[in-house]
């Protein structure tokens, strides 16, 4: 496992890079994920509570600035957030599909309207991200023994944003129903 580099004048955000490492520290009262890139350079970090309802993370450049927060829905059918950025505009809203026959699926909206659709194997956390049929990113989780590490991909043309908001979201609901 690579230990993240501090943050330096010239340390790249992390919506500049297609690779990012999203590390979660296992034991910690507090929802906590470290990014970086491949080569261990910070990027920024992500900060939530388990206490906190309904749910609510905030996302930090290397600079401590804030990028984005997520907010999660108390009163819903299905599990929602909702994705905006610093100044409190949405980038879009990620729901859980309700039933499905085998598995778990996700969609994010903009403006009402499905944008992206996630799949795979949510229980395993390798799962992929599509935009009209297109994969635009892949999550894949590396079991580590200190903290899980997420591996993001962006392999097409998506605000990064929006893939980092997903992937801890759907850890969120992933992880609250096994506790």
């Known amino acids: 496992m690579v230990e993240p580099t501090p943050p330096g004048p010239n340390s790249p955000s992390p919506f500049s890079s297609k690779d ?5 520290k296992l034991l910690s009262l507090r929802e906590h994920y470290d990014l970086q890139d491949r080569q261990g ?17 905030t996302v930090f450049d290397r600079n401590h600035s804030e990028v984005m927060h997520l907010e999660g829905k108390i009163l819903s059918l299905r599990k929602q957030f909702s994705i905006k950025d610093s100044s409190g505009n949405e980038l879009g809203v990620i729901r859980k599909k309700l039933m499905r026959l085998f598995g778990s699926e996700y969609w994010l909206e903009r403006n ?5 659709r996630i799949y795979g194997n949510f229980t395993e956390h390798d799962y992929q991200m599509a935009v ?24 097409g043309n ?10 801890i979201v759907i850890e969120e609901v992933t992880e609250k129903r096994h506790r």
Do not use: C
């Open 20 to 24: 990012i490492v999203m590390n979660k």
């Open 132 to 155: 009209n049929q297109a994969e635009v990113a892949r999550v894949h989780k590396t079991w580590v023994s200190i903290r899980d590490q997420f591996n993001i991909s962006i392999t």
């Open 112 to 116: 009402g309207v499905e944008f992206m």
């Open 41 to 57: 350079n910070y990027l920024g970090e992500a900060d939530g509570n388990f206490f906190q309802l309904p749910a609510k993370f």
């Open 158 to 167: 998506i605000d990064p944003r929006i893939v980092i908001g997903s992937a």
